[in-house]
C-alpha cells in the first residue's frame, strides 16, 4: 500500500498542493491571472468577484469594438462628404499684392499687418471679375508679389479645403471616445461589485477577529 503523502511517480503532494498540478504552465497561469486555479486560500467571495469581473471583460469586448468601430465609420463618411463639399465650393486662384503697409485688429489684443491686393472672381465675367480685397501679410510681401489663396463662389476669402488627414484624426478620436463611452457602464458595474465584495470581505474578517478572541478567552488559565 503507498504512502498517501506521495503521488505518482513518487512527488510530495502536500496538503496545499493544487489538484490541477497536470495542466501546462501557460494554462495555470492564466487561471491564476484571473483568480480561477484550486487554491484553498481563495474564498468564495474571491472567485465571484473574478467570475463577475471576466463575464464584465467579455461583454465589454463584445460591445465596445463594435461601437468603436461603428462610430469612426460614421465620423470618417462624414468627413468626406464635407471634404467633397468645400473643394466643390472652393477654388484657388492668384493673388497680387497693390499695397501693402495696412493694418487689422484680431479682437482686443493682437495687431496684424496686412496687405491690400487683388484676385480674379472664379467664373465671372466683366467689372465683376476682379475682386479687391484685404488679406493677411507674409514675410517679404510688397507690391506685386502674387500669393495663392482660397475663395468661395462669390470670390470672398476662406480657408482651405478640409484635408483628409483631419478626416481620418476624426473618426480615429470619435471611435475611441465611442468605445470609451461604451465600456464605462461596464466600468460602473465592476465598481459596484468589487465594493459589495469588499464589504463582505471585512464582514468575514471582523467574524473571523471576534472567534480567535472569543477562543482566546476560553483557553485562559485564569
Not at 505518482?8 to 502536500?14: E, I, S, V, Y
Not at 485688429?105 to 465671372?124: I, K, L, M, N, Q
Request: with cysteine.
Amino acid at each position: 500500500m503507498g504512502d498517501p503523502g506521495i503521488g505518482d511517480g513518487g512527488t510530495p503532494r502536500g496538503p496545499g498542493r493544487p489538484r490541477d498540478h497536470g495542466m501546462p504552465r501557460s494554462r495555470r497561469r492564466l487561471r491564476s491571472l484571473l483568480g480561477l486555479e484550486r487554491n484553498e486560500l481563495r474564498r468564495p467571495v474571491d472567485r465571484r468577484q473574478r467570475w463577475i469581473a471576466l463575464g464584465l471583460l467579455l461583454l465589454l469586448l463584445a460591445v465596445a469594438p463594435p461601437v468603436g468601430i461603428w462610430c469612426a465609420g460614421w465620423a470618417n463618411a462624414s468627413g468626406v462628404r464635407a471634404e467633397q463639399a468645400e473643394r466643390a465650393e472652393r477654388r484657388q486662384v492668384v493673388a497680387t499684392v497693390v499695397s501693402t503697409g495696412g493694418l487689422t485688429t484680431s479682437g482686443d489684443r493682437y495687431v496684424h499687418e496686412t496687405v491690400r491686393a487683388t484676385w480674379p472672381r472664379p467664373g465671372a465675367t466683366g467689372r465683376e471679375a476682379t475682386r479687391t480685397g484685404t488679406l493677411p501679410s507674409w514675410k517679404n510681401a510688397k507690391v506685386g508679389a502674387k500669393k495663392r489663396i482660397w475663395v468661395d463662389r462669390t470670390g470672398d476669402p476662406v480657408v482651405r479645403p478640409r484635408p483628409h488627414s483631419r478626416t481620418v484624426t476624426d473618426a480615429v478620436y470619435a471611435g475611441g471616445a465611442a468605445a470609451i463611452a461604451a465600456g464605462l457602464p461596464f466600468l460602473g458595474a465592476y465598481l459596484l461589485v468589487r465594493y459589495q465584495c469588499d464589504r463582505r470581505r471585512d464582514e468575514m474578517w471582523d467574524a473571523a477577529w471576534a472567534r480567535m478572541d472569543a477562543q482566546r478567552r476560553r483557553h485562559r488559565p485564569f
